[in-house]
């Protein structure tokens, strides 16, 4: 059973286009994390959700728009795509049970044309 | 968050141990050094976690210097499949929740 899924795995659109990208985790975690992988290949977190609530909010653009339906679930809906935003986005989930260790999705790999 | 530099690279024999250092000089009093790996075009994988003991785990063993500013984890024998991408990052675990600050890591390359 996968712990942290993703979908879709890829994803291939036009500029100004609006996705989403689901994020589901079945480990029972109370936060839950997007992070982006650019080109260059760093790793930065742009936003985390704790109990369905909004508690990281980096430096992102407002075209960017996590929603988090339940624990479970942590979407994220992207408008007007741009190129810059070609990118890999992470998912990942956490609890304070144990050692807090962040739990990673398979990622999912956007390309805007 | 405090700072960590790590080499950019290195390269290692299949079945020795590998040691990757790590820097955090600025690490305060309650922040932890978690690592983490990236295998090609995977999610980022937790390998192990700690404060300023030493930790051993089933997949690496840390090592904390005293004075907490840098730490080595130990692969202790690698394989083809430790080939990726090694983050050291310092972490807060007040919250429960936390931002992880991925850095540039070392890349690993195990060579048979």
């Known amino acids: 059973d996968t712990a942290v899924s993703q979908t879709p795995k890829y994803l291939v659109t036009q500029m100004g286009n609006d996705k989403s990208i689901k994020c589901e985790q079945n480990l029972g975690h109370d936060t839950m994390y997007w992070y982006k992988q650019d080109s260059k290949k760093f790793l930065k977190i742009m936003f985390s959700y704790n109990n369905k609530e909004l508690i990281i909010n980096e430096t992102v653009p407002n075209r960017f728009s996590p929603k988090s339906p339940d624990k479970a679930h942590l979407n994220l809906h992207i408008n007007s795509l741009e190129l810059g935003d070609s990118a890999v986005y992470f998912c990942a989930s956490s609890s304070p049970i144990g050692g807090n260790e962040q739990f990673f999705g398979p990622g999912t790999r956007l390309t805007v044309l | 968050d405090a700072k960590t530099t790590q080499p950019p690279s290195m390269d290692c024999a299949e079945g020795r141990a590998a040691n990757l250092p790590c820097n955090h000089s600025?690490?305060?009093?309650?922040?932890?050094v978690y690592w983490y790996r990236q295998i090609h075009s995977q999610g980022p994988q937790y390998i192990i976690h700690g404060l300023k003991n030493n930790e051993t785990n089933e997949m690496a063993s840390l090592i904390i210097t005293e004075d907490r500013k840098s730490s080595t984890l130990i692969l202790p024998h690698a394989t083809l499949r430790d080939t990726a991408v090694y983050y050291c990052i310092v972490f807060r675990l007040t919250d429960s929740w936390g931002k992880l600050q991925f850095g540039a890591g070392t890349q690993v390359v195990v060579t048979p």
């Open positions: 600025t690490i305060s009093g309650n922040e932890y």
